[in-house]
């Protein structure tokens, strides 16, 4: 199969970057258009990036040039699909007008998450969703737009889908300690982080909330039918550059036990996607440590390359008569790009370029 040409707007950002680094190595996919703000327009990659992804610097993303983020230059490059990482109010207008022209966007900003015919995808737990691009014929459009959910809700809802699926859910609440990385490149001043927590992230709990009852939704006659589940989210930003860490209390339908959910979570594979066999899919999307006092983002983050949420603590839940648990997820990875990839690599097999 020939790769499929493929370019990231905002590729100088925390998620740009981490595009970067796992585009570079894709089977499937060739990197053939990288943009920014303006500002650095014209210049080679290697050049201008402050790159924070550890020690990597291959030749051809030193040679690649950053070009302008506009449509032209969209046009130009051939480019069958993007992945946008831009910041949500610049995002709006050019992910349309890509779509409108015929590109395939990939997008992580806000812009148009709860559009009805807007797919808000984490493939193992919603694949399906997938099938509302077919109505964005509907606005005119020749591409397509679809949207990588709230790196918080990723983690979030792959740890409940196992337990949903067995005992149902009525009430989540979650509390979460979020990575600075989460904040993108400038987001947290280290002055402001550093020897503290900061009790509020601003948007991210009204998102967690209502985008996870989204991705946890069925798929009803064209449209998502919200997940029946009552969702609390508190949200915190902690000296940690990589990894969200979640403590999650769920209240279930049917009376839980601990044992079933162990192996409900051990035995979960995603299967809509499994059979697919995407080179970016896990064997296991969750891994669930025994230890008490794992899972920690030091430890781990990396786990499967990032690609898996870690589980421990599972436990009863006497005041919510269910369940509690710790979740941790990479953000960057698992939360925003490898998920992107992911339907990129889902859009392939299923032949949905246009
Ligand atoms: N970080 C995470 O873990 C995470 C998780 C989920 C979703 N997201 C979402 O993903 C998107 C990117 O996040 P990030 O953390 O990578 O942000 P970031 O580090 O601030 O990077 C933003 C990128 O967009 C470019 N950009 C900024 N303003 C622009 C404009 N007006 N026109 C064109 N390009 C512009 C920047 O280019 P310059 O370098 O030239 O300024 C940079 O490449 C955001 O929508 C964010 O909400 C992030």
Sequence with gaps: MDKVKVGILGATGLVGQK????????????????????????????????????????????????????????????????????????????????????????????AMKFEEDIPLLNLEVNADHVELIKLQYRRGWRGALLKIPNCTAVILTLALKPIMDEFGLKKVIVSTMQSISGAGLTGVPSIDIIDNIIPYIEGEEERVEKESVKILGSLESQAVKPADIAISASCHRVPVIEGHLEAIFIETI??????????????????????????????KPIIVRRELDRPQPRLDRYINDGMSVVIGRLRVDKALRGLKLIALGNNLIRGTVGTGILIAELLTVKGFYL
């Design 19 to 110: 595009l970067v680094q796992l585009l570079l190595k894709h089977p499937w996919f060739e990197l053939e258009l990288l943009t920014a703000s303006g500002k650095v327009v014209g210049k080679k990659y290697g050049e201008i990036v402050k790159w924070l992804q550890g020690p990597f610097t291959p030749l051809e993303l030193n040679e690649l040039i950053v070009k302008n983020t506009d449509l032209d230059v969209v046009r130009e490059s051939k480019v069958e699909l993007v992945f946008s990482a831009l910041p949500s109010n610049d995002a709006l207008s050019i992910e349309v007008e890509l779509a409108k022209r015929g590109v395939i966007v990939i997008s992580s900003s806000d």
């Design 254 to 283: 049917e009376e839980p036990s601990v044992e079933r959910a162990l192996e409900a979570l051990e035995e979960f594979k995603g299967n809509k996607i499994r059979a697919l066999n995407l080179p970016t899919a896990p064997e």
